[in-house]
Every structure is written in structure tokens, then in C-alpha cells.
């Protein structure tokens, strides 16, 4: 009875260590999902950067432009960077993940940019700013359901005194 006993547990023990294994393995996956994300805006391929939506994506860019689906994203992508942002660099920061069931999760990056022009085709200052991600696992690969990105607003926010986000930005130089 004794050695029954033992035998569950260990099997309980067992599993949750496999479970375990399984959530880092997935979080790890997860957080490679900003590299992917850069690597892909580095070589101008909006191909390749679509690949890491969903084919039923909504992302809502800085601009607050909605885009539905991986075509219209990639579309949209592929004008942006061979036009005024055809030399801007992204270099991700800071990334935090928040799962929401085993196979879905929030995913918050902060970002840099710079080298980006205006519509009126004037070299931008850097800027920074953070993502929002709903990534979900489909297929075996982690794929951006929903993503919201945000222009970080530089300055004092009193409102803040004594609140610690969990993402920090770091100073920007701006050129005069």
C-alpha cells in the first residue's frame, strides 16, 4: 500500500516537473517572439515579419491604424519599410510575459527606433515605445493574435511618483 502510495506521488511529481518544463520551454518561445520581430524589420522582409502574426491578427499601430489579418499587415509593412522606413532600426528593450492559459499570453516589449522619417520624409528623433501582445500558441508556434503599439510620451508624469512600471524606458537624447 506503502509503495502504491510512493508511486503516485512520484507520478504527481513527475508530471508537474514535465508541466513545468513545458511553461519555460513556451516562455522561452514567447520571448523570442521581439527578436523575430526585429530580425525581420532589420532585413526589410515584411514577409517574414508577418509571419509572426496570425492570420486573423488585429494590430493597431502607433498611428492608432487598425490592420485586420496577416495580408493587410503585411501589405502595409512591405510599404513601410521600403519607404519611410527603409532605414529606421527597432531594437527591442525590455520584454515581460504574463501567461493567460497554457497556450496564451500577454506580452509587453518596450522599443527603440531611429532613422525613421516623417510623412513629410524628414529624419525623426529616436523614439520609444512598447508593444502589447496577445500571442497564442497555434500549430506548435506562437503567433500575435492582437497587439496595440504606443509612442512613449517623454517628460515629468507627477501621477506616477511613488507607481514603479513594470518596463522603465531609458533617456533619449533628442537632436536639436
Given at each position: 500500500?506503502?509503495?502504491?502510495?510512493?508511486?503516485?506521488?512520484?507520478?504527481?511529481?513527475?508530471?508537474?516537473?514535465?508541466?513545468?518544463?513545458?511553461?519555460?520551454?513556451?516562455?522561452?518561445?514567447?520571448?523570442?517572439?521581439?527578436?523575430?520581430?526585429?530580425?525581420?524589420?532589420?532585413?526589410?522582409?515584411?514577409?517574414?515579419?508577418?509571419?509572426?502574426?496570425?492570420?486573423?491578427?488585429?494590430?493597431?499601430?502607433?498611428g492608432?491604424?487598425?490592420l485586420?489579418?496577416?495580408?493587410?499587415?503585411?501589405?502595409?509593412?512591405?510599404?513601410?519599410?521600403?519607404?519611410?522606413?527603409?532605414?529606421?532600426?527597432?531594437?527591442p528593450?525590455?520584454t515581460?510575459?504574463?501567461?493567460?492559459?497554457?497556450?496564451?499570453?500577454?506580452?509587453?516589449?518596450?522599443?527603440?527606433?531611429?532613422?525613421?522619417?516623417?510623412?513629410?520624409?524628414?529624419?525623426?528623433?529616436?523614439r520609444?515605445?512598447?508593444?502589447?501582445?496577445?500571442?497564442?500558441?497555434?500549430?506548435?508556434?506562437w503567433?500575435?493574435?492582437?497587439?496595440?503599439?504606443?509612442n512613449?510620451i517623454?517628460?515629468?508624469?507627477?501621477?506616477?511618483?511613488?507607481?514603479?512600471?513594470?518596463?522603465?524606458?531609458?533617456?533619449?537624447?533628442?537632436?536639436?
Amino acid at each position: 500500500m506503502k509503495q502504491g502510495l510512493r508511486d503516485v506521488l512520484l507520478a504527481f511529481i513527475a508530471a508537474g516537473s514535465g508541466i513545468r518544463a513545458q511553461n519555460d520551454a513556451d516562455e522561452a518561445a514567447v520571448r523570442k517572439v521581439p527578436q523575430a520581430f526585429a530580425e525581420a524589420w532589420a532585413t526589410r522582409d515584411a514577409h517574414q515579419l508577418a509571419k509572426t502574426m496570425a492570420e486573423d491578427v488585429d494590430f493597431v499601430n502607433v498611428g492608432a491604424v487598425w490592420l485586420h489579418g496577416r495580408s493587410d499587415f503585411e501589405r502595409y509593412h512591405a510599404r513601410l519599410l521600403s519607404g519611410r522606413f527603409g532605414e529606421a532600426t527597432l531594437t527591442p528593450l525590455e520584454t515581460a510575459v504574463r501567461f493567460l492559459r497554457p497556450d496564451l499570453a500577454v506580452l509587453h516589449w518596450s522599443w527603440r527606433i531611429q532613422g525613421d522619417r516623417g510623412e513629410d520624409r524628414m529624419l525623426r528623433n529616436p523614439r520609444l515605445g512598447m508593444f502589447t501582445m496577445i500571442v497564442e500558441k497555434r500549430g506548435g508556434a506562437w503567433l500575435v493574435v492582437v497587439a496595440q503599439n504606443t509612442n512613449q510620451i517623454a517628460g515629468p508624469n507627477p501621477e506616477l511618483e511613488g507607481i514603479k512600471s513594470p518596463i522603465t524606458f531609458p533617456k533619449v537624447e533628442e537632436k536639436p
